[in-house]
């Protein structure tokens, strides 16, 4: 199954490369693959067989219309036409995985219960390559979860700034 997913990650880039938007169609897959993780019913929808493969796609593009580029959108069609919904967070990732290696960088995965500004972005990533040794790509999302601070992924470093955590060691010591 590996195989399969790394197979469509790489003619996902692929193609995207050929079009000359490797980054436009990466940031789209990880935003739309984030909203897919995190709507049960828009899961629910998209990965239901019983559902003909035109009315799940229809969904897709009734959804991302305008928001997304027209090839994004193509290519989530094709996943879920093809029945791939359900493995589409792993496809996404592996392509996120690839495009930053072609960059030369590792991707760090940063949640923040709000979402950071240019800046802030700017400064977290210079903070991280200094903690990791690593050039590294940031990739944000909004967590409320979080409360406060960030959670980053870098591989497998994870580095816990958030006040959910703090208020986990507070309680941990009383």
Do not use: C
Request: glycine share 6%; aromatic share 4%.
């Amino acid at each position: 199954m590996a195989d399969r997913i790394d197979g469509y990650a790489q003619g996902i880039f692929d193609i995207a490369q050929a079009e000359g938007a490797v980054e436009k169609v990466e940031n789209e897959l990880f935003q739309f693959s984030q909203l897919f993780q995190g709507n049960d019913q828009l899961r629910e929808k998209l990965t239901d067989q019983s559902l003909p493969v035109e009315k799940r796609q229809a969904i897709v593009e009734d959804l991302l219309g305008q928001k997304a580029s027209p090839l994004t959108v193509n290519l989530i069609s094709f996943l879920v036409g093809s029945g791939r919904a359900r493995e589409l967070p792993e496809i996404v990732d592996r392509l996120v995985q690839r495009a930053a290696a072609q960059r030369q960088r590792e991707v760090a995965e940063v949640r923040s219960a709000i979402m950071l500004d240019a800046e802030q972005q700017r400064r977290l990533a210079e903070a991280l390559e200094k903690a990791t040794g690593k050039k590294v790509e940031l990739k944000v999302i909004q967590d409320p979860s979080v409360l406060g601070g960030i959670v980053a992924r870098v591989g497998d470093t994870v580095i816990d700034g958030s006040v959910r955590r703090r208020l986990e060691q507070l309680r941990e010591s009383l």
